[in-house]
């Protein structure tokens, strides 16, 4: 059983077009993060969420909305895609608290606008 | 944002040599953790450390938290090429949720 899954694995789209990525866990974690990992390999947090109330919002373009239906999934909107949002966005997933908690990674999904 | 800067950011080595990746902050951090990428995969938790000059040994792969909680290291004896990979340290502060990563060391083990 995967742990974190994400839909699409793979998504290429036109510049300008509006596009969701899916994430669910089905390790009863509390805590969901979205984050986006640039050409040169930097992964960098975008949100997270915790029992579905927003808890980090980085400096995130607001062409991004992320949205949690309930604990087990938090997806990811995007709006007016630009040539700058190619890149691998990763979900994960954590047990809230505490400084050794453990984040499990989805598999990622690339993203290529052209 | 607390920065983590990690060195070298590429490493190519033969079967059997031993290498360190080092991972630096002029932050204090209440945890560090050691991640490995493969390739089309998403990150994996190898250790987490928590206390100033923690030393943990995973196999062949040792890590350091240095004692002021700004630094860490990872050790791994022998390589082989399974190790080859994308090793990422990431700090959490101590307001909690956020990971702050580094920018990674990308391994390569040659036969």
């Known amino acids: 059983d995967t742990a974190v899954s994400q839909t699409p694995k793979y998504l290429v789209t036109q510049m300008g077009n509006d596009k969701s990525i899916k994430c669910e866990q089905n390790l009863g974690h509390d805590t969901m993060y979205w984050y986006k990992q640039d050409s040169k390999k930097f992964l960098k947090i975008m949100f997270s969420y915790n029992n579905k109330e927003l808890i980090i919002n980085e400096t995130v373009p607001n062409r991004f909305s992320p949205k949690s239906p309930d604990k087990a999934h938090l997806n990811l909107h995007i709006n007016s895609l630009e040539l700058g949002d190619s890149a691998v966005y990763f979900c994960?997933?954590?047990?809230?608290?505490?400084?050794?908690?453990?984040?499990?990674f989805g598999p990622g999904t690339r993203l290529l606008v052209l | 944002t607390q920065l983590l800067e990690q060195s070298p950011q590429f490493l190519s080595i033969q079967e059997g040599e031993n290498l360190t990746v080092y991972c630096n902050s002029s932050s204090v951090f209440s945890s560090l953790q050691w991640y490995r990428q493969e390739p089309g995969e998403g990150p994996v938790l190898l250790v987490t450390v928590v206390t100033g000059g923690e030393v943990k040994k995973l196999k062949r792969l040792t890590f350091q938290f240095g004692d002021a909680r700004k630094d860490s290291s990872l050790h791994i004896t022998a390589a082989q090429p399974g190790d080859t990979g994308l090793y990422l340290c990431?700090?959490?502060?101590?307001?909690?949720?956020?990971?702050?990563f580094g920018k990674g060391t990308s391994l390569l083990v040659t036969p």
């Open positions: 994960a997933s954590s047990q809230a608290g505490g400084p050794g908690e453990t984040q499990y």
């Open positions: 990431a700090g959490r502060s101590n307001s909690g949720y956020a990971l702050n």
